[in-house]
């Protein structure tokens, strides 16, 4: 059974930064692509960064040169470093593997705001 446990999410004002962690548990977690999605209220989820089990990276427009992801394989964790935060970042954010399989984890809610 897969189990994806997300950590990191917070209040945090404009500009500033967090770190997203989402630890894995039954998948090959070492071969199998990684993504962060997020959800605004009232706007569709969407995929935000991808991570290949050999490392190569994929971010949305929207976050390209502020959000980096990572992965640690010997620890089964994947990361959302997220710097210079704006209002519009604020969202419920999944860590799941890509393509996503249902049902969604809770997330993690990080909220951007003075």
């Known amino acids: 059974q897969v189990q994806l446990v997300e950590s990191g999410g917070g209040l945090v004002q404009p500009g500033g930064s967090l770190r997203l962690s989402c630890a894995a548990s039954?998948?090959?977690?070492?071969?199998?692509?990684m993504g962060w999605y997020r959800q605004a209220p009232g706007k569709e989820r969407e995929l935000v960064a991808g991570i290949t089990g050999g490392g190569s990276t994929n971010y949305a427009d929207s976050v390209k040169g502020r959000f980096t992801i990572s992965r640690d394989n010997a620890k089964n964790t994947v990361y959302l470093q997220m710097n210079s935060l704006k209002p519009e970042d604020t969202a419920v954010y999944y860590c799941?593997?890509?393509?996503?399989?249902?049902?969604w984890g809770q997330g993690t809610q990080v909220t951007v705001s003075s």
């Open positions: 039954g998948i090959i977690f070492s071969i199998t692509a």
């Open positions: 799941e593997v890509v393509p996503p399989i249902p049902p």
